[in-house]
């Protein structure tokens, strides 16, 4: 590239009937001091769009680190999300879990308790039949008694008022019975049940 000096200092061969030397010494000064001044503008725009350059490399390196970040965080949303989600659902399942085990063992409560109710409806049912037994046995062997302990003037007397004589009427139990020191026929019955 040719320099204003190199302009300045240009020399042409002398011919006959060549350009005048004074204007084209003028015209070249008048050259090289554009090309000078082009020069110049071109240097500070080259230094300017260093800076621009170097601007645009330190923002592209921000933009770079703020799209690694908000990669980043995006990732850090979504295992969080995901993270919070599972917990969600471990937490779901516990209590699922959890309520089938009290909904289970309600169900073995309730089964417990209606087997005892059972085998106690059960015991009961036993128990009434083994006094049933027992009753009709003594209300047998009361028969017996009442038929062969009875005086012979008793035969005729009515057989309900011979087993109030023997077990006591309700008014007169307490006094005879306990009074004289003797138990009813129905006291000693009920203390063998």
């Given amino acids: 590239m040719i320099t ?22 003028a015209f070249l000064n008048e050259v090289s001091k554009v090309l000078e001044k082009q020069l110049e503008i071109n240097r500070a725009l080259k230094e300017e769009l260093e800076k621009v350059q170097a601007s645009y490399n330190t923002l592209k390196e921000v933009e770079n ?4 970040t908000l990669i980043q965080a995006e990732q850090s949303s979504k295992t969080t999300v995901e993270n919070a989600r599972q917990k969600a659902e471990l937490k779901i399942r516990e ?18 308790t209606e087997k005892e ?33 009875l005086p012979a003037h008793a035969n005729g007397v ?31 019955i009920l203390e063998e049940l």
């Fill in 4 to 25: 204003p000096i190199e302009i300045r200092q240009q020399s042409f061969n002398r011919e006959f009937r060549g350009y005048d030397r004074v204007e084209v010494d």
């Fill in 65 to 68: 680190m703020l799209h690694k």
């Fill in 95 to 112: 209590a699922e879990a959890r309520a089938r085990e009290i909904i289970q063992e309600g169900v073995e409560s309730r089964n417990r």
């Fill in 117 to 149: 109710i059972r085998e106690l409806e059960s015991r009961r049912d036993e128990i009434l039949m083994q006094m049933q037994v027992f009753l009709k046995t003594q209300l047998d062997r009361l028969d017996a008694f009442n038929y062969k302990e």
């Fill in 158 to 188: 009515d057989k309900r008022l011979l087993t109030d004589s023997l077990f006591g009427a309700k008014e007169n139990g307490h006094k005879n019975g306990h009074e004289n020191g003797h138990k009813s026929l129905m006291e000693d």
